[in-house]
């Protein structure tokens, strides 16, 4: 049986050094709940509060991970830690003007009416584990799904319509990434409707709540300081990892 304390150690001490030195294969027996309880003692050992959050559709759950606040940069003159990072996510996130109840009637019209604005965001992704791929879900769910820093670009004019847009992503002067713009859950508010029904009590979509809802490009790997800029039609975002 995983010993929780044990591992909220290891992890907030991970997260504070930029180590990739856990055996996820050890947390196999790690369920939804108890994942859950683990990022929360992470948080609390490293007094991080909560800046963004992610949310995704998993294959037997649709889950949630803040992003510390400490690590959501905006524009101009975004700046990350580059040390632990192994690669970029181009995203298109959201601000809530309005609380979501939690609950199954929560549809996407609903979801929608409680969006301030949406924006074009950077995700800027490492982990804790040796291997990340050999992490299950709930092990996953426990390092954060993977999320390290988060870079806000501006107002988002097409708003969450992504329809025939292009993602490019530069990095250190040279382009690492350019494809047609393809969300990862179908939809840009897929993933945030699913967890809207089922949210979890710490977790809660709150009015000012930051809401980022999945890559359109993947994880496109990078390592090492370099100057990052994102576009998605004439959107971009700027930042430096340091």
Known sequence: MTDEANLIRLLAEAQRTGARTIDATTLGDLDRAAAYRIQSGVRAELG???GTLKTAVQPNAVVAA???DSRVARMPGARLPAKAVIGLEVEVGLV?????????EVDERQVAAAVDHYFTGIEVISTRFVDRDAASASAGL??????FGYVIGGRRARGADIDGA?????FAGKQIYSAP???GFGTVLASLVAYAREQDPE??????????TGSLCGLVKCSGPGHIVAR???DVVEADLI
């Not at 426990?142 to 999320?147: I, K, N």
């Not at 977790?203 to 980022?212: C, H, Y």
Request: without cysteine.
């Open 181 to 183: 713009a393809k969300h």
């Open 232 to 234: 998605l039609d004439s």
């Open 48 to 50: 991080e509060s909560i």
């Open 166 to 170: 292009t993602v490019t992503l530069e």
């Open 66 to 68: 803040p992003i510390f």
């Open 203 to 212: 977790l809660q979509l709150k009015s000012g709540t930051i809401v980022t």
């Open 142 to 147: 426990a390092d954060y799904m993977s999320a």
């Open 96 to 104: 809530l003007a309005h609380d979501i109840p939690s609950g199954p």
